[in-house]
């Protein structure tokens, strides 16, 4: 008996522990989400928002329904030139600090526009990520503010 007392006492503590705290699983929190509307005849625009991961993380891909391909973009500056790239390993999140995606920045480009996006409508987008759970978000379709002033709002 005494044999059958110590195994059960071990799993009646086992499942009295508790799971990992919430916090330590990743989570990225996002607000701010636009899409640029698009003139008939154009079928690429750049969408806009903040990303904040509860730890390091990396947005590695980009989806929509409206689109055949969402593509993570660098805009940068080399010889005076602006040029804009693909960031074909995702966009770092560093934990707890707001990551801006915003026009001649960082951005998402939706291509192959399935029709063209209305301004007061909404976009369907799919965020991928590293280590937090891929998430569905609905982005605004409006003009973004012109730089300096300030976060597009949603």
Known sequence: MKRLILPAALLALAACNPSPAPETLAAVATSDAL???TP???DATGCYLTLTASRNDRLVSVSSPAAREGQI???????GMMSMAELEA??????????SLRPGGNHIMLIGLKQPL???????L?????HAPA???????GQPPAAGQGAPHG
Not at 90 to 99: D, H, I, K, T
Not at 118 to 124: I, L, M, P, R, T
């Open 40 to 42: 008939n005849g154009r």
């Open 90 to 99: 995702g966009l770092p999140l560093p934990a707890g600090e707001a990551v």
């Open 126 to 130: 799919t965020l991928t990520f590293e």
């Open 135 to 141: 998430m569905g978000i609905r982005a605004r379709v």
């Open 118 to 124: 209305v301004a007061g409508e909404q976009v369907s």
């Open 73 to 79: 973009h660098e805009m940068k500056v080399a010889d």
């Open 35 to 37: 899409c640029r509307p």
